[in-house]
């Protein structure tokens, strides 16, 4: 048998070689105006659908027809569609473990991994959820039309909410079962209140409406305060504040550090320019991922009635600590470079 001596590279002919194809063009193609629009198109369809079932909801109402899903329902449907699958959109009770409530609020986002409701309803549809304030991430209060009475309303109902007796997670909280230090310069647990409405009440003015905003919120402590007025249609107002270590450059106010130190300020975004539902929900989302609870004494702060328990009258009643326990506080701690 004849062996062929030829290397590989040889056997291709210079007719049949092809030249190799520039990779350095290989770019991904640019669709960032398409792509910074689709979140912006998401919250102006939810917006959209919110407004239609309102106004059928108004419709119906008149001959006291039964209009189906309530406007509040709507806006929880469309926040679990825009808000990321580990936050809980749901409605109910919230109250502490001294036993008060602020009653009733129409969206509740809850972290219902790490937290249960304190009582859950019978059914899924029957109401009834008793909502611990430790495991509430945001709380809303939905308006159909936004007046200056029902204004005064919302915010005592989010005021209300913030007075609740809510332990803080400090600055070093890693996640909810992890912390380092109690560093009291940071927060990672302030509660997100806002006020969404429909559309404003016949002869309100919006400016009217935002300057009662903030003179009502002028006599709240800091944390106290709601963090955005959204009507749809009409514009959102949230809070910023001069970051002194981005050059004083306008910044969210998250509520969580640096702005907890320096004056806060309203800034309104029109409609015109933004749809307010995205607004809302662009706040919700920073804030949302800043926040980590602490879960670890909820069972026992829902549950134990410390003035039950009895201790034994006799102190030898007790079990020693072991001695390889013992031995290991007479040693250093390990350096992190060893």
Known sequence: M????????????????????DTTTW?????????????????????????????????????????????EGLVREELKRLLPRRYSVTTGLLLDRLGRTAGNCDVVIFND?????VK?????????????????????EVKQTLSSSELDQAMEKLVKCQRLDRPRTFAHRIVENRKGCDCQHGLTNPLISFILAGALAA??????????FFDISKELKR??????????????VLW??????????????????ADLFRPIFPIFSPASYRSPLLCLVQMLQLSLFHIVLGPEDFAAAYSLDRSGIKLPSNPN?????????????????????R
């Open 27 to 71: 770019k991904p193609r640019d669709a960032s105006q398409t792509l910074t629009a689709v979140f912006a198109e998401e919250c102006r369809a939810s917006e959209t659908k919110l407004l239609h079932g309102l106004q059928h909801e108004r419709r119906l109402a008149i001959d006291n027809f039964d209009s189906g899903l309530p406007f």
């Open 203 to 212: 002869n309100e003015s919006l400016q009217d409406l935002i300057e009662r």
């Open 223 to 236: 944390l106290e305060v709601v963090r955005a007025l959204c009507v749809l249609g009409e514009g959102t």
């Open 120 to 140: 859950s309803p019978a059914t899924e549809n029957s109401g009834g959820k008793f909502i611990p304030i430790e495991g509430v991430y945001a709380v809303g």
């Open 2 to 21: 004849k062996s062929d001596s030829k290397e590989p590279n040889q056997s291709r002919t210079t007719e049949n070689a092809r030249a190799l194809p």
């Open 317 to 337: 009643i007790a079990l020693p600590a072991d001695k390889e326990w013992l031995d290991l506080l007479n040693k250093p701690c390990r350096s992190p470079d």
């Open 240 to 257: 910023s504040f001069h970051d002194p270590l981005s050059n004083n450059e306008v910044c969210p106010a998250t509520f969580v550090e």
């Open 113 to 117: 991994t790490w937290f249960q409701p």
